[in-house]
């Protein structure tokens, strides 16, 4: 636990003048960043007695080693520097939503040649209009399915629409009429647009139009007694209908606005969004998060405006948000929203009417959304802290291992040998922190061989780093004694391979997180004895004393210990020995995805990889030219030569290429066992997403480690 009174900044040394701050801990890696008008005013409030600190103010300046800020020059900007690198360094202490990115929406990819419908998740595409967020996808497809009848959209998938136009037949949805197949050309790419744009219409509330529309031409149908066509029209009336009765009218005004509540204790808040458009609720999310210092519920509605709206352009920022209370001071984030939207954006609190009776309910979603929250948590807590503790006694650590890594060698019969390295930190998955290696010490099967390289160049990144941040003084660096054969230290995706080229790839001068920086408190590998034995000889020859090692065989679900004859075996019911199995089994699947990853790139290998100069772009220029590989290995030089961007040299070393090649063996269809030509199994394979393999790939597999 660090003094706050060692980093502090001597008297007058901090400016009087809007800025962000950023703490950081010993191993330089930001914990807090913060905004303040005035930073002598708001960074003197941390270096005060820490009695009178919050809980978690006080955990998190014991836990920084320094501070440091930058200066701005309006409040504006420092909302803006705040939030990105709120972004980029995901400090620990900051106030962070849980599961924002994760709701569905619905996207019409309008950037592409013939737009389609979808659920989306995750990051929002450039060209993509979205509609939502959903609370759940299968809300989404129920929309979607009614709405088909009257804009029959394109959604299924690029390689299905690809294998639809080679062959001419639409897909089941085109037979039934809830599809323009524009696959087969049954619409142009321009009224297969008109089309998207008017979905899109009717999903931002423009639906009068259309309904106005449909009526009229029912009503025409049935005057010139076509009484199917009319009754064809009169499903699709009843069709939208049904659609817009899945969001109620809230807002008889026909208003655009998102309406955000927050229920919060000492220690937690939840926050609720309705986003409300044409009058309508099209999406609902919620979040919850820790208070990690005494912070108003104006600063928390600042921390989900910028969550919400910090990579939103345009029509995304309505014109309306409604607040349970005003940022202090109000008139930088109301500018910053403005500016995000490029118009006028009025944030205000609702005081009476249908606002206000709709933020009561959005207040109530929120209330009831913190009592579930606290109940789970409640649980989820218990258990990853006795969990912790578990492995702690029976490991006999002097304290809970905080941060585990666990490690995993997968390999087909010896070929692709490959290594995961996972991250769990207080019980919890950290996927940002996943690493996965190459072997390239050796060649063939080993194990135990295959360990012992893996956690050398691990830990010796780590000590490169510990060296280049001044941790020790010389004289005490392991590395300049360790004598390690394997001098290359690479590893996906880093591959330098000297001491000077590894210290220089590790930069953390902005605080950006370190590959390898951080050491765990307890190393898991997969394996009994000799995995384990590995592992510990090489923190041995590293110098490295104070990381412990342990290792799950996978029979009995035994826990070996370094030098040990005897495993410590937990009982079946330990919530220690369910922890520690979640870890080896989530390394194994990261290093079999891996593993599997590059054997079926080892699969479509094709004679044009060999050659020299001929780069992606002239290699799908030769495929896209000829059709298929089998007809560019029959075709002659001059043939060749024909192809944009191929002069006769290059044309001659393909033609070469493939001569020294051996002929492929015949493709399979691993679903029907058919014997395919290269043409059908090139589609096979962009449709599917599988590698078309040649032989038995059950019996292979059945091998994979």
């Not at 590998?525 to 590995?534: L, S």
């Amino acid at each position: 636990m660090a003094d706050p009174s060692s980093y502090r900044p001597k008297p007058g040394q901090i400016p009087d003048s809007p800025g962000v701050y950023r703490f950081r801990d010993e191993h330089r890696r930001v914990i807090y960043v913060g905004k303040a008008k005035s930073l002598r005013q708001r960074l003197a409030n941390y270096f005060q007695d820490l009695a009178g600190l919050h809980p978690r103010t006080r955990t998190m300046v014991t836990t920084a080693a320094s501070v440091e800020w930058t200066v701005v020059s309006t409040e504006v900007e420092a909302l803006q520097l705040e939030y990105s690198w709120i972004k980029e360094y995901d400090p620990r202490f900051n106030v962070k939503y849980r599961d924002d990115k994760s709701y569905p929406y619905l996207a019409v990819t309008m950037n592409e040649e013939f737009p389609r419908v979808q659920v989306m998740r995750g990051h929002k595409k450039k060209g993509v209009r979205y509609f939502g967020p959903y609370a759940h996808a299968w809300a989404i497809r129920d929309t979607v399915d009614l709405l088909l009848r009257v804009f029959p959209v394109r959604t299924c998938s690029a390689g299905v629409f690809k294998n639809a136009s080679r062959t001419g037949r639409p897909c089941l949805l085109g037979y039934i009429g809830k599809c323009s197949a524009p696959c087969v050309d049954r619409v142009s790419a321009e009224e297969h647009r008109e089309l998207a744009e008017e979905f899109c219409d009717f999903m931002t509330g423009r639906t009068g139009t259309y309904l106005r529309r449909l009526e009229k031409q029912m009503m025409e149908a049935a005057d010139e007694m076509e009484y199917e066509r009319a009754a064809r029209l009169r499903d699709d009336i009843e069709a939208l209908k049904k659609a817009m009765e899945k969001n109620a009218v809230v807002l008889a005004d026909a208003t655009d606005a998102d309406l955000i509540a927050v229920a919060e204790d000492e220690l937690e808040a939840a926050v609720q969004i309705f986003h409300v458009r044409g009058g309508r609720v099209r999406g609902q999310r919620g979040w919850v998060t820790d208070k990690v210092e005494e912070i108003t519920t104006g600063a928390l509605v600042e921390h989900a405006l910028q969550q919400l709206y910090g990579e939103e352009t345009g029509d995304a920022v309505p014109k309306e948000v409604l607040v349970p209370a005003l940022p202090d001071p109000l008139e930088p984030v109301q500018e910053w929203l403005s500016g995000r939207r490029g118009s006028h954006v009025s944030l205000r609190i609702p005081q009476r009417g249908d606002k206000r009776a709709l933020m009561e309910t959005v207040e109530r979603n929120a209330q009831q959304a913190l009592v579930l929250h606290k109940t789970k948590r409640a649980s989820d807590l218990t258990t990853r802290s006795r969990a912790l503790e578990e492995i702690a006694d029976a490991l006999d650590l002097d304290s809970a291992p905080l941060r585990i890594e666990c490690y995993d060698i997968s390999h087909l019969q010896g070929d692709d040998v490959v290594a995961s390295m996972v991250v769990f930190e207080d019980g919890l998955a950290r996927k940002s922190e996943y690493r996965r290696f190459q072997i390239k010490g050796f060649e063939g099967q080993d194990d135990v061989r295959s360990m012992h390289e893996v956690i050398t160049r691990r830990f010796k990144r780590y000590l490169a780093e510990k060296e280049r941040t001044g941790e020790w003084t010389d004289g005490e660096n392991p590395l300049a004694d360790a004598s390690d054969p394997l001098a290359d230290t690479s590893s996906e995706p880093l591959t330098t391979t000297s001491p000077e080229a590894l210290t220089n790839s590790l930069k953390d001068d902005d605080g950006r997180p370190k590959r390898f920086a951080y050491p765990p408190q307890l190393v898991v590998v997969d394996g009994g004895q000799p995995q384990v034995a590995a592992a510990q000889r090489a923190l041995d020859e590293l110098g490295i004393d104070d990381i412990a090692v342990c290792g799950l065989a996978k029979r009995l679900e035994e826990v070996w210990l370094p030098g040990e004859d005897d495993p410590v075996v937990l009982p079946r019911t330990s919530e220690g020995l369910y922890l520690l199995q979640r870890v080896r089994d989530e390394a194994h699947r990261f290093a079999i995805t891996y593993q599997r990853s590059k054997r079926a790139k080892r699969f479509r290998a094709s004679p044009l990889d060999d050659v020299p100069g001929l780069g992606e772009t002239r290699k799908q220029a030769l495929i896209k030219h000829f059709g298929s590989v089998k007809r560019l290995r029959a075709a002659t030089i001059d043939q060749i030569c024909e192809v944009p961007g191929i002069g006769r040299k290059t044309a001659e070393t393909i033609a070469a290429a493939f001569a020294r090649a051996a002929p492929a063996a015949p493709a399979v269809n691993t679903a029907t066992g058919e014997i395919m030509d290269d043409e059908e199994s090139e589609t096979t394979a962009e449709t599917s997403g599988e590698p078309v393999s040649a032989g038995a790939p059950d019996e292979r597999r059945g091998q994979e480690r």
